[in-house]
């Protein structure tokens, strides 16, 4: 089963074109976004990005599977921000 976690990693790429604009987006390195993306492919079986000489194109599988990948990062945001905002409210 793949790491729901690296969704973050084919949004970004998919955002920003490239794995060093989605690094510098994540604040990690870029050898981090590519790495991961490669065990997302690899968990599933199949390419969800295309390296091409302007930077990473999405496959079909991508260009299908990142409005469900958008959905979880925004699931995830919420949940982190009500997350922080109940930890202010029980320590305030």
Not at 51 to 56: A, D, E, L, N
Not at 77 to 82: K, M, S, Y
């Amino acid at each position: 089963m793949y790491d729901w976690n690296d969704l973050k990693y084919l949004v970004a790429v998919a955002r920003h074109g490239s794995t060093l604009a989605a690094s510098r987006a994540l604040g990690v390195n870029q050898t981090t976004v590519q790495r991961r993306l490669a065990e997302l492919e690899r968990q599933l079986g199949q390419k969800l990005v295309e390296r091409q000489q302007s930077g990473y194109r999405l496959t079909a599988l991508g260009e299908a599977m990142l409005p469900h990948a958008e959905s979880v990062a925004s699931a995830a945001a919420a949940f982190e921000a009500h997350l922080a905002s109940a930890t202010r409210a029980s320590v305030g």
